[in-house]
């Protein structure tokens, strides 16, 4: 087990510290977990998620609530997740995923950022290629066997675990597995009663793009502005 360094995000996170833009965010997963796999969080892992994720931020319970009753009313609002591609200044690799209500005003929207800001929006499969989608499990180090963790949850798709830095420079542990193996490892860590601060799906780039603080500037005005539309849930990239 090593130290994961997570590719330098600049402004990627920086929707973290609006408060409205993640309840919105993760109000939106709600909808679409529950319009998935019904309002029960017991049978639908999706729903856990969800639920995680919302304790993560502080997301009150009226709001999630509200997530619920909304999926589950009579003008249910479906949202279509759509990723999109494209290239920002200086070749760096920028995926955008969004949950919209209408596609024709968010495509319009993703590819006016990528213009204002100096790159292009590509075609499907142009820059995914760059990036391996995965499960990103967030856990609290204290009371775990990190060795003992690891042996058992290999066994379960795990790719990746290492020790990282939080969102307020405390330390945590995150665990790392193939798409396809999210609900293996999401079972295994139930099953061992953790509780993750957080479990994400996440583009993890390949190989990054060197930058320096001038370029790193550029790419980062961009990706703001691609984070501050109502329609984009995440933004992931390969700037190093």
């Known amino acids: 087990m090593g130290r994961i360094f997570e590719v330098r ?23 679409i977990a529950v319009k998935a796999g019904g309002p029960d969080p017991a049978t639908n892992a999706a729903l856990r998620r969800c639920f995680q994720n919302a304790r993560s931020v502080g997301m009150p319970k009226d709001r999630v609530e509200a997530a619920i009753k909304r999926a589950q009313g009579k003008e249910l609002i479906n949202y279509e997740e759509i990723l999109y591609e494209g290239y920002g200044p200086h070749g760096v690799a920028i ?27 590509g075609n499907s499969g142009s820059v995914s290629f760059q990036f391996k ?19 058992e949850l290999i066994d379960h798709g795990l790719e990746e675990l290492g020790e990282a830095t939080g969102e307020n420079g405390e330390n945590i542990l995150v665990a790392r597995c193939a798409f396809t193996n999210f609900g293996n490892m ?25 930058v320096n603080d001038e370029q790193a500037e550029a790419v980062s005005k961009l990706i703001e502005k691609l984070e501050q539309d109502d329609d984009v849930q995440k933004v992931f990239h390969n700037m190093g």
């Open 186 to 210: 999401q079972k295994a860590l139930e099953e061992k009663n953790i509780t993750p601060i957080s479990a994400e799906v996440e583009w993890i780039p390949s190989t990054t793009v060197p």
């Open 133 to 151: 989608k995965m499960g990103v499990f967030k856990l609290k180090p204290e009371g775990l066997n990190i060795e003992d963790l690891e042996f």
């Open 95 to 121: 995926l955008v995923e969004t949950a919209t209500d209408n596609h024709v005003r968010t495509v319009a929207n993703v590819k006016s950022h990528f213009t204002k800001g100096g790159g292009a929006l």
């Open 9 to 31: 995000k600049a402004s990627m996170f920086a929707r973290w510290d609006r408060m409205a833009k993640q309840f919105t965010r993760i109000g939106k997963e709600i909808v």
